[in-house]
């Protein structure tokens, strides 16, 4: 694939664009902007080409389904629920998590329902970030810690294989062994490392075919991973600080490309127009419906 198959599908630019979700019953794109301001929630509608933003009170970096139909919004110090929609948010307890110390951050819904979301350090200057799993008693169980930037998470179609990424400084992508009955991760190992690269692991999905998607910050492009941890493709992009990915349209054929314009110089965003703005493409493969949240 090359640049030119790439589409911007919204004029609407974002200063950290993350945390994309394709909801089927509504066939639209949801995503957040992680930046200082303005703290927003936005939802893109393909059949109408509209995109609808809403303020939020704090930073968000993310947002799930839940198995009523209403959505999850983490932000980076809590949870809360479209109650009914983002204008009337209802706020959850949430317990195990040091807010003085950490923000969340990405996050995935495993095959049972239960939220796995990874957090870093608020400064960003010690590798002090976890990596969480949390059920409908809303606390916090530790799975892992030591993490720089705690980031994308994915299940394999199989339900057996759970990846996560830590972004810096080197960037890591592990693999795990993963139990649904239990929730109980094992055995984890490195899959592909991104020293030497030119870019960063951030958010990342999987396909049919159990191929991950990560986008590769810094290096204007997404790569396409076997379970092996073998690169299978590499496709370009026309911005160089892409951030998340997710599948979507009504057969999960399209891949939706969130990214950002935060620390672009003024010459680099004369170069990246599309820089912050919602991409979109048929990669060839489908995606996989994700599962929603049992709470």
Request: hydrophobic share 40%.
């Amino acid at each position: 694939m090359t640049t030119a198959d790439i589409r911007c599908v919204t004029d609407h630019a974002t200063s950290i664009g993350e945390g994309p979700l394709w909801v089927a019953r509504e066939q639209a794109l949801y995503w957040v902007d992680v930046g200082l301001e303005p703290k927003t929630l936005h939802r893109f509608s393909p059949q109408s080409g509209l995109t609808t933003t809403w303020k939020l009170p704090q930073r968000a970096s993310g947002v799930r389904e839940r198995a009523d139909g209403s959505l999850l919004i983490h932000f980076q110090r809590g949870l809360a629920m479209t109650d009914p929609s983002p204008d009337q948010l209802r706020w959850l307890p949430l317990w195990g998590i040091d807010f003085s110390i950490q923000r969340l951050n990405d996050s995935a819904v495993d095959p049972a329902g239960r939220l796995w979301i990874g957090s870093y350090e608020r400064t960003l200057k010690q590798p002090l970030g976890e990596l969480y799993r949390i059920d409908g008693s809303l606390i916090a169980a530790t799975i892992d810690r030591g993490f720089q930037v705690s980031n994308g998470i994915a299940f394999s179609p199989d339900g057996r294989t759970m990846y996560h990424t830590d972004t810096h400084p080197e960037g890591h992508i592990y693999a795990w062994d993963y139990d649904a009955a239990t929730g109980e991760v094992a055995n984890r190992r490195l899959l592909i490392s991104f020293v030497g690269r030119r870019g960063h692991p951030d958010g990342c999905t999987i396909d049919a075919e159990g191929m991950l998607w990560v986008a590769e910050l810094g290096a204007s492009q997404l790569v396409r991973i076997d379970p092996q941890g073998r690169i299978e493709r590499e496709v370009p992009l026309p911005v160089s600080r892409p951030t998340s990915v997710a599948f979507g349209g009504p057969d999960l054929r399209t891949l939706y490309v969130t990214s950002m314009t935060f620390m672009l110089d003024d010459a680099a965003r004369a170069r990246e127009t599309w820089a912050g703005r919602l991409l979109a493409f048929e990669p060839g493969v489908q995606g996989l419906a994700l599962p929603r949240l049992g709470f």
